[in-house]
């Protein structure tokens, strides 16, 4: 059996995988949500529990709100959260943007940012510079497969080329 990864197929999978790849970087970044788009809310924190890459939270106005953790790289945002059972904050948030999950009942919006007694802990540009440090990495791996598929479709395609009669198949008449 060939091994499909050297041939035409190997190469357009790299092709396609790539556009992919800079697809998703594009969708990502047109997802992100502008100033004007944030919602916000106030309140003490009633209830929050803590996963791998999330913060859940309800604040005391009964809005349910997630913040990533892909959005708060130094964890100052997730410390504000934890810590506003005692004061009360301010959160932006995308109504647009809603999760469930197993261990709490009703949606929970994306939140971009958390504000302490009017003073923002980060700012929407901190943690979009977040996301897109980790977005980054989608768009370099699809602009590195998409130039090896086309650099192996090119190698390729140009072996075709050398056939007799400039690259034409041979018709059946002539076999």
């Known amino acids: 059996m060939k091994d499909w990864f050297a041939g035409e ?31 916000t809310a106030r309140g003490r924190v009633t209830w929050q ?36 059972e005692m004061y009360p904050i301010l959160v932006s948030f995308l109504r647009a943007q809603k999760t469930g999950i197993g261990f709490a009942p009703g949606d929970f919006y994306t939140a971009y940012g958390v504000s302490v007694g009017g003073k923002q802990v980060a700012s929407l540009d901190e943690v979009r510079s977040a996301y897109r440090r ?10 590195a497969a998409a130039l090896a598929g086309a650099w192996r479709v090119r190698a390729l395609g140009g072996a075709s080329a050398r056939r007799a009669g400039g690259g034409r198949p041979a018709s059946r008449r002539s076999r």
């Open 134 to 143: 980790d977005n980054m990495i989608a768009l370099a791996m699809g602009t």
């Open 9 to 39: 197929r190997g190469a357009y999978f790299f092709l396609w995988l790539g556009i992919g790849l800079i697809a998703l970087f594009g969708a990502l970044e047109y997802r992100f949500p502008k100033a004007g788009q944030l919602e």
């Open 49 to 84: 529990q803590e996963t791998r890459g999330a913060l859940y939270f309800i604040l005391s106005d009964k809005q349910q709100l997630v913040l990533y953790a892909k959005g708060d790289a130094d964890g100052q945002q997730r410390a504000a959260i934890r810590d506003a």
